[in-house]
């Protein structure tokens, strides 16, 4: 049962993950490119907004459109990306206001160790989200901030900065050991 259990996980992945790029994505419908013809034919492909092209005369074509009615996707309505991030971000945030550097740290281990049972692709639960997440919380507190005009120091001292950018960087060694198992794998 297990098995079957990572292999609907898998399946499940990989269906809302760009054929292109490892960012979430949902079936579009795109025009074929061929060297020798030309756009060939319009086709359902996972695509994210990024990869996602049609050109601009192929747009109103009947076979397209009819394409685009029957399978597309629709649009998500909230960026769950965004989201998952900013939850990730405001709770490492707030282990550092109420526990200040060893809350953080703390933190920032459970984060890492959580790392090894996450995907690499950039999706709401991968590796990739965790880390903006931490770069956005962790930013203001290492580096200086404009903010209004006004410039105002980092938060932490120099020492402090030096232990946040270790734990950061064993995030970064978990995230790279996983990418490079899966194009392994």
Known sequence: MDVWRVINAAIKEASGTCQTCPSPGRKRVVWDWDSHYGWVMPWVKTCCDGCYHVPEHLRNDSAYLDLVEQYEEP????????????EVASVVRMQF???GVPALLAQLEEVRESMWSRSPHYDVFSGHAVM?????ACGPLMHR?????????PVLSAAERRQVLQAIDGMLRVLRTAVAEEHRG
């Open 75 to 86: 649009a998500p309505r909230v960026d769950g990306c965004c989201v998952a991030i900013e």
């Open 132 to 136: 903006l997440a931490v770069e956005e």
């Open 97 to 99: 206001d109420q526990g």
């Open 145 to 153: 901030v404009r903010q209004a005009g006004v410039v105002s120091e």
